[in-house]
């Protein structure tokens, strides 16, 4: 059983900054890639950004680049998600995921098979 953890997820003032966490526990897997996904209400869950494992390649949304960015952590497994610049339209439940396989789009929520509870973010005007 695996069990990605996030945490970080608060409240923010607009133009401030947040870093979201997130740790596998449980069973040890290798990632292929992690990932950040969000959902507003009424919305579509949408892709943030990502990290290739091999190499630390990361990938983001074009909406938040140069705005948010992902890391590593020392741990294994373990990312963050870097929140600059933070605007209302943010706010929403933000997901960490995973995935194992080198197949299906590394911008698509069905290609990850681990996923956390999600962490809300609510940023004020």
């Known amino acids: 059983q695996v069990q990605l953890v996030e945490s970080g997820g608060g409240l923010a003032q607009a133009g401030g900054s947040l870093r979201l966490s997130c740790a596998a526990s449980?069973?040890?897997?290798?990632?292929?890639?992690m990932a950040w996904f969000r959902q507003a209400p009424g919305k579509e869950r949408e892709f943030v950004a990502g990290i290739r494992w091999v190499g630390g390649i990361p990938f983001s949304a074009d909406s938040v680049k140069g705005l948010f960015t992902i890391s590593r952590g020392s741990a294994k497994n373990t990312v963050y998600l870097h929140m600059n610049s933070l605007d209302p339209e943010d706010t929403a439940v933000y997901y960490c995921?995973?995935?194992?396989?080198?197949?299906?789009?590394?911008?698509?929520?069905?290609?990850?098979?681990?996923w956390g509870q999600g962490t809300q973010v609510t940023v004020s005007s």
């Open positions: 995921a995973a995935k194992t396989m080198s197949f299906g789009g590394l911008y698509d929520a069905p290609s990850y098979e681990y």
């Open positions: 449980g069973h040890a897997f290798t990632a292929y890639a």
